[in-house]
């Protein structure tokens, strides 16, 4: 049993920052995969960005050069930090993660740019 909570939406204006974060509880030990994932109104679910348990990062083509994903092992914690937003960034935003032997998702956060 695994939990991903996701935390740090809200409101900004276009050209600010936010820092998304992602807290995992439960049978966490063998996590091979987390990333985050978004989702806006009539669009498909998308990658935004995903790290290894090497930490090997990739990022979708959007958020290339401005967000930046990274983890606190030790405080089980999963974070993307979003810098110059735009407002076609505005999505609910999931955690992901592949922990052995299942796949398991956040409730989601909603981010908002205004122009």
């Known amino acids: 049993q695994v939990q991903l909570v996701e935390s740090g939406g809200g409101l900004v204006q276009a050209g600010g920052s936010l820092r998304l974060s992602c807290a995992a509880s439960?049978?966490?030990?063998?996590?091979?995969?987390m990333g985050w994932y978004r989702q806006a109104p009539g669009k498909q679910r998308e990658l935004v960005a995903g790290i290894t348990r090497g930490s090997s990062t990739n990022y979708a083509d959007a958020g290339k050069g401005r967000f930046t994903i990274s983890t606190d092992n030790a405080k089980n914690t999963m974070y993307l930090q979003m810098n110059s937003l735009k407002p076609e960034d505005t999505a609910v935003y999931y955690c992901?993660?592949?922990?052995?032997?299942?796949?398991?998702w956040g409730q989601g956060t909603q981010v908002t740019v205004s122009s």
């Open positions: 992901y993660a592949y922990i052995l032997p299942g796949e398991y």
């Open positions: 439960g049978s966490i030990f063998s996590i091979a995969v």
